[in-house]
C-alpha cells in the first residue's frame, strides 16, 4: 500500500471547504493476455474510496466501475471519461482509495455487476458498529468488497473470484495527520500487474490519480 502526504488549502472566509480525496482513472494497456487460447480478456475495474474516523471506525464509502471491456494484446484504452469518485477525509481519521482489475469469466454477469455498482455511484454514511477494525491490514480487494456490502448491494466480490479472476490490485492511504506534511496535491499512480496462469503469463499497466481537493459549500445563514 502506497502511503501519501499532501497539504492543505486555506480555506476562504465564509465558505466550509471540506478536505476531499478524489479517485480518478487514466488508463490501462495490455502488454500481455491471461487468455492466450481465445487471444482476448474480457476485464472490468471495481474501484472505491472508504473513509475512517480518528478511532479507525469506517464511516462512509463511495464505489464506482469500469468495463466489461475486451483487451487485445497490446491494446491500450483510456479511462479519463470515467466517472471519478470523491469522500471527504475525516479530521484525524483516513481515506483508502482501492481498485481492483478483474479477468471475467461470465460477461453477462459481470456487466450486470458493473452496472449495480455505477447506479450507487455516491456516497453511503456506513452505521455505527458496521466494522471496527483496529490494526487489522486489508487487501484493496477486501476494501472494495467493504464498500459494495456498506452499499447495500450484498455483493461478495471476493466470494466471486478465484485465484485466476483477480489480475491485480492497488490502494494509496490518505491520512488526515500527514496532510499537512508534503506540498504534493496530485499523485498519478502507473500500477504494474503481472502473473500466471497455467502457461499463460499475462501483463498489464493501469494508471490512476489520486488528488487532494478543497470542496466549496457556502455556511448557512
Request: glycine share 6%.
Amino acid at each position: 500500500m502506497v502511503r501519501l502526504a499532501f497539504c492543505g488549502i486555506p480555506v476562504l472566509a465564509g465558505c466550509t471547504k471540506p478536505l476531499t480525496a478524489e479517485l480518478r482513472l487514466r488508463s490501462l494497456k495490455a502488454n500481455n493476455l491471461e487468455e492466450t487460447i481465445s487471444r482476448k480478456d474480457e476485464v472490468m475495474i471495481a474501484y472505491s474510496l472508504t473513509a475512517f474516523d480518528s478511532k479507525n471506525q469506517m464511516v462512509g464509502v463511495v464505489n464506482n466501475a469500469w468495463g466489461v471491456q475486451t483487451m487485445t494484446k497490446g491494446m491500450s484504452t483510456t479511462l479519463a471519461s470515467q466517472a471519478p469518485v470523491q469522500l471527504e477525509i475525516p479530521k484525524g481519521g483516513k481515506v483508502v482509495a482501492s481498485l481492483v482489475l478483474i479477468e471475467v469469466d461470465n460477461y453477462a454477469e459481470a456487466q450486470s455487476l458493473v452496472g449495480r455498482i455505477q447506479q450507487v455511484n455516491k456516497w453511503v454514511q456506513v452505521p455505527a458498529g458496521f466494522l471496527a477494525l483496529g490494526v487489522e491490514a486489508l487487501t484493496p480487494l477486501k476494501y472494495v468488497t467493504l464498500g459494495l456490502t456498506a452499499a447495500g448491494l450484498g455483493v461478495q466480490l471476493a466470494d466471486r473470484l478465484d485465484d485466476d479472476d483477480l489480475l491485480g490490485q492497488s490502494s494509496v492511504e490518505l491520512k488526515d495527520t500527514e496532510l499537512q506534511k508534503s506540498p504534493q496535491k496530485l499523485l498519478r499512480i502507473p500500477a504494474r500487474f503481472t502473473g500466471e496462469n497455467l502457461r499463460d503469463s499475462f501483463d498489464y499497466q493501469l494508471e490512476y490519480d489520486v488528488q487532494l481537493k478543497r470542496m466549496r459549500f457556502m455556511a448557512k445563514k
